[in-house]
């Protein structure tokens, strides 16, 4: 079967931009800039993604255009014989499907404020209706599971298009789209009454709230927004041919998405400190807070359906993104045709999503770490804590030791075409610094991270002391 290829150069910066950007940048980078302080976890998060997004991001896609193949058949393209790198190809698949599993419904949730914002349910009800909308809505499972499998339809609907006339066209407009409405959102933000001191919160950087917890966050954030490490990045790698250098498309790309997540935090915390909302509400920041935002603003109906639809095409354009890294991977370990190959993996992706919306409602009981967790925390933790650091590992290690692809096989790969070049001074920094910076805070990570109420790995073996 011949390789699909992308249309243009625009249509690869803008569908892997898109696969980037979307509800790590607007939902998840937000309320855990507000949970981390603010502007000293946004200059640490912006380091990440230079020192160590940036590489990892070049290295997926030099495999992806060497080999020509899926994330779960790169390797077998490129390893020695008898080598077993070949393995994380498969890890990556799954990771692929897991992260689509608790993706779908919070894209679903999105659709679902859209809906209720441009309908007019959300105008001029009261603070508490406002705030009692987001359990509302988590407690039916007719809504979260309705919604989720809308966004899993519409995903895979547009994949059996093809990859130019489906994913490229589609992609294409909706980022277009997104980028304008997030600066007409953003100029609106500014003014508001509060701009002056949510932006201080947002990009003034207090260097006494730096921690463990803070800088762990950062990186994982930072590998999160890019999909790295579960070769979401790497397909689009195979569907472009050799004319650009990779290190000039990769920073186009890591431009365009940390636009998106600054701009959206531009938006959000103006908001937060003109109407009184904790910055630091977590996870439920731009359902809640922001619900409540639209509804004491004037022209809130308007405004509210821009910004949900806004979060709407950037949840989306990574939902299609994705799916196309399961087809395409599906496709290769079979021979499907691409719409065989949507409709099975559309109805498999719908029914793994089950559990993560159900997790909020029927399956609340469900809870495996902290008190008042669900399913969708244990689904995240493996791809944000685990999949992604540890991929991005196993596809440095490739890259830059003789044991894998090498780094002057990855270098000539990155290196070809017009554009930035991958130097040979860079050499030492990948290979030595940066397999430990990445191994190293993956391990912190996991010590720090709260599996039950006040309980984590690190404290229990100071316990043992």
Request: hydrophobic share 55%; aromatic share 14%.
């Amino acid at each position: 079967m011949a390789r699909e290829r992308l249309g243009s150069r625009l249509g690869f910066i803008l569908l892997s931009a898109g696969c980037a950007i979307g509800v790590g940048n607007v939902w998840k980078f937000p309320w855990m800039a507000g949970q981390y302080g603010g502007g000293v976890f946004v200059l640490i998060y912006l380091a990440f993604l230079i020192l160590l997004g940036l590489p990892v991001m070049v290295m997926e896609f030099s495999l992806g255009r060497a080999s020509q193949k899926s994330p779960a058949k790169i390797y077998q393209q490129l390893e020695k014989p008898g080598q077993k790198w070949h393995l994380h190809g498969y890890a990556a698949l799954a990771g692929l499907v897991i992260l689509m599993m608790f993706y779908t419904s919070v894209t679903g949730w999105i659709l679902y404020y859209f809906v209720k914002f441009i309908k007019g349910d959300m105008t001029g009800i009261t603070d508490i209706a406002s705030n009692q909308q987001f359990g509302e809505m988590l407690s039916s499972p007719t809504i979260t599971v309705g919604f989720m499998a809308i966004v899993v339809v519409l995903g895979f609907f547009i994949l059996s298009f093809g990859l130019q006339k489906g994913v490229e066209r589609v992609t294409k407009y909706m980022m277009i789209a997104l980028l304008l409405l997030i600066i007409v959102l953003a100029i609106n933000s500014f003014t508001l009454d509060g701009a002056k001191a949510g932006l201080t919160f947002y990009l003034k950087p207090d260097f006494s709230k730096i921690n463990g917890n803070v800088i762990v966050g950062a990186m994982n954030q930072a590998f999160f927004t890019l999909s790295l490490g579960i070769g979401s990045m790497a397909i689009f790698g195979s569907y472009i041919d050799k004319e650009r250098s990779l290190l000039g498309e990769s920073m186009n790309i890591l431009l365009l998405d940390t636009f998106v997540a600054i701009m959206a935090g531009l938006i959000i915390f103006p908001a937060c400190f003109t109407f009184d909302v904790e910055p630091g509400a977590g996870p439920s920041l731009l359902f809640v807070a922001m619900a409540k935002v639209f509804n004491s603003m004037n022209g809130g109906r308007i405004w509210g359906s821009l910004f949900f639809l806004f979060m709407f095409f950037a949840a989306m354009s990574t939902i299609i993104a994705v799916a196309e890294n399961i087809i395409a991977c599906v496709m290769d370990l079979t021979n499907w045709s691409r719409v065989k190959a949507c409709i099975i993996c559309g109805i498999a992706v719908l029914i793994l999503s089950v559990p993560c919306a159900l997790g909020f409602n029927l399956w609340s009981s469900v809870q495996p770490f902290a008190s008042g967790s669900s399913i969708m925390d244990v689904e995240d933790f493996i791809v944000s804590n685990c999949l992604l650091p540890l991929g991005s590992l196993c596809y440095l290690l490739f890259c830059v030791t003789k044991k894998g692809w090498g780094f002057d096989n990855f270098m000539a790969e990155a290196n070809s075409g017009k554009g930035m070049k991958i130097k040979k001074w860079m050499k030492p920094y990948m290979t030595y610094v940066l397999p430990v910076a990445i191994g190293g805070l993956f391990i912190i990570g996991i010590l720090n991270y709260q599996f039950a109420d006040n309980f984590t790995i690190l404290s229990w073996l100071k316990s043992l002391v």
